[in-house]
């Protein structure tokens, strides 16, 4: 290479040099840094679940917060007026458990022992209380529309002016239970056993009660029109039995 060509690519070297130092600034702009004072994105941790079988103070605090406690253990505790609705008590144990005026609205309570419970004027429809077991326990004025008591124990229970429209009672033991004045207007009672029952003033029109047992029960002015009878049979006659 001669001298003259020397000095012509230094010549254009030097032109290009501000262009490419140019560039260099604007890609570095546009490029994104790291930053000590980004925050790091770390993953959160899961929530703890508390185990079942709670008992006392503990299960009704769990209670409160996630709307579950199976099998936990709440006898004797006062939880009236409270509101439960659709919460989770499967197998709870709420034996003589104070709930007057609860709020149970489809609440899960199925094989819940409830035995000698207070649930006067509890808001009950739409629960589930399969074969829970409600033996001594008093309902009175209790709503229940559409609730299930399907092969629940009620044995000696107080019912007396209980709202049970359309409820499912398939298979209940209703022996000595108090149902005088109850609605029981629709209600499914195929095999129940009302044995000893008393029904008086009770209102079980167009209640099925196909193969209940109604050995010894008292139907003084219940009011049986159109319901199906333990023999199959409907009644049409007079409404009062």
Same mark, same amino acid.
């Given at each position: 290479?001669?001298?003259?060509?020397?000095?012509? +690519?230094?010549?254009?070297?030097?032109?290009?040099?501000?262009?490419?130092?140019?560039?260099?600034?604007?890609?570095?702009?546009? $490029?994104?840094?790291?930053?000590?004072?980004?925050?790091?994105?770390?993953?959160?941790?899961?929530?703890?679940?508390?185990?079942?079988?709670?008992?006392?103070?503990?299960?009704?605090?769990?209670?409160?917060?996630?709307?579950?406690?199976?099998?936990?253990?709440?006898?004797?505790?006062?939880?009236?007026?409270?509101?439960?609705?659709?919460?989770?008590?499967?197998?709870?144990?709420?034996?003589?458990?104070?709930?007057?005026?609860?709020?149970?609205?489809?609440?899960?309570?199925?094989?819940?022992?409830?035995?000698?419970?207070?649930?006067?004027?509890?808001?009950?429809?739409?629960?589930?209380?399969?074969?829970?077991?409600?033996?001594?326990?008093?309902?009175?004025?209790?709503?229940?529309?559409?609730?299930?008591?399907?092969?629940?124990?009620?044995?000696?229970?107080?019912?007396? @002016?209980?709202? +049970?429209?359309?409820?499912?009672?398939?298979?209940? @033991?209703?022996?000595?239970?108090?149902?005088?004045?109850?609605?029981?207007?629709?209600?499914?009672?195929?095999?129940?056993?009302?044995?000893?029952?008393? +029904?008086?003033?009770?209102?079980?029109?167009?209640?099925?009660?196909?193969?209940?047992?109604?050995?010894?029960?008292? +139907?003084?002015?219940?009011?049986?029109?159109?319901?199906?009878?333990?023999?199959?049979? $409907?009644?049409?006659?007079?409404?009062?039995?």
């Amino acid at each position: 290479m001669n001298f003259q060509s020397l000095i012509t +690519l230094l010549a254009v070297s030097a032109a290009l040099l501000p262009m490419a130092i140019r560039m260099t600034e604007v890609f570095s702009r546009s $490029t994104p840094q790291p930053s000590s004072a980004q925050p790091v994105m770390t993953a959160r941790p899961k929530a703890k679940t508390a185990p079942d079988g709670l008992a006392g103070r503990a299960a009704i605090e769990h209670l409160n917060r996630v709307d579950r406690c199976i099998k936990c253990d709440l006898s004797g505790a006062n939880l009236s007026y409270a509101d439960f609705s659709r919460a989770e008590l499967t197998q709870a144990n709420l034996s003589q458990a104070k709930l007057a005026q609860t709020k149970l609205v489809n609440t899960v309570l199925h094989q819940a022992n409830l035995q000698s419970a207070n649930l006067v004027k509890a808001q009950l429809n739409g629960a589930d209380l399969k074969q829970a077991n409600l033996q001594n326990a008093d309902l009175s004025r209790a709503e229940l529309i559409n609730t299930s008591l399907s092969e629940a124990n009620l044995t000696d229970a107080t019912l007396a @002016k209980a709202e +049970l429209r359309e409820a499912d009672l398939t298979f209940a @033991k209703l022996i000595r239970a108090n149902l005088q004045h109850a609605s029981l207007y629709g209600t499914l009672l195929q095999h129940a056993d009302l044995s000893g029952a008393d +029904l008086s003033g009770a209102d079980l029109r167009y209640a099925n009660l196909s193969e209940a047992s109604l050995d010894g029960a008292n +139907l003084t002015d219940a009011r049986i029109d159109f319901a199906v009878m333990p023999q199959g049979q $409907t009644y049409t006659g007079q409404p009062r039995y």
